[in-house]
């Protein structure tokens, strides 16, 4: 059964950094795309970034662009998002989902991050 | 970037009825959209990729149709476990990677 487990939300403070994590099992983590994807209280989703299978190739959302930085450990099956210089806009609950030519075939539970002073 | 719209934004119907949901895209997508169910407190679940593809485990009374700018999610007869959000999204011409703003289904 395909397992995504997302960690590493919580409360920080505007200007603040967070790293998420998001652990995977019950598929061959290092041949799948990934992708991380928010949704704000009440609102809809947003896509936030993405890592291709060998973690060479990376995009991102011009909201985040220059403070998040999206990463892969194959050998621990984990995917990353570190976020840097946070604003209240970015709180949200953040899921990592797995890519299938373009479709998301699985997602995490999701991790919520409050930016708040 | 590519402009996802969904209408209608809120959707009232009953059970055994036909719902008729519509993603339109600002440029042509070809068959690159995928459609996605979320109930409250829930992760999105994949429902139709590459617009008319139903996923694993999906039952057959969702269908996807549509090329190009026009998309269709149709629910051929509602049970009261449908009721919830559904998005579309797209992955022709990205990044970004783009999601409509939801349409809103709910069973009387």
């Known amino acids: 059964e395909v397992q995504l487990v997302e960690s590493g939300g919580g409360l920080v403070q505007p200007g603040g950094s967070l790293r998420l994590s998001c652990a995977a099992s019950g598929f061959s983590f290092s041949s799948y795309e990934m992708n991380w994807v928010r949704q704000a209280p009440g609102r809809g989703l947003e896509w936030v970034s993405y890592?291709?299978?060998?973690?060479?190739?990376?995009y991102y959302a011009d909201s985040v662009e220059g403070r998040f930085t999206i990463s892969r450990d194959n050998a621990r099956n984990s995917l990353y998002l570190q976020m840097n210089s946070l604003r209240a806009e970015d709180t949200a609950v953040y899921y990592c989902?797995?890519?299938?030519?373009?479709?998301?075939?699985?997602w995490g539970q999701g991790t919520l991050v409050t930016v708040s002073s | 970037e590519v402009v996802l719209t969904q209408s209608p934004a809120t959707l009232s119907l009953s059970p055994g009825e036909r719902a008729t949901l519509s993603c339109r895209a600002s440029?042509?997508?070809?068959?690159?959209l995928a459609w996605y169910q979320q109930k409250p407190g829930q992760a999105p679940r994949l429902l139709i990729s590459?617009?008319?593809n139903r996923a694993t485990g999906i039952p057959a009374r969702f269908s996807g149709s549509g090329s190009g700018t026009d998309f269709t999610l149709t629910i051929s007869s509602l049970e009261p476990e449908d009721s919830a959000v559904y998005y579309c999204?797209?992955?022709?011409?990205?990044?970004?990677?783009?999601f409509g703003q939801g349409t809103r289904l709910e069973i009387k």
């Open positions: 989902a797995r890519d299938g030519s373009g479709s998301y075939y699985s």
């Open positions: 440029q042509s997508v070809i068959t690159y």
């Open positions: 890592i291709g299978s060998s973690g060479s190739t990376k």
């Open positions: 999204q797209q992955r022709y011409n990205w990044p970004p990677i783009t």
């Open positions: 590459d617009a008319s």
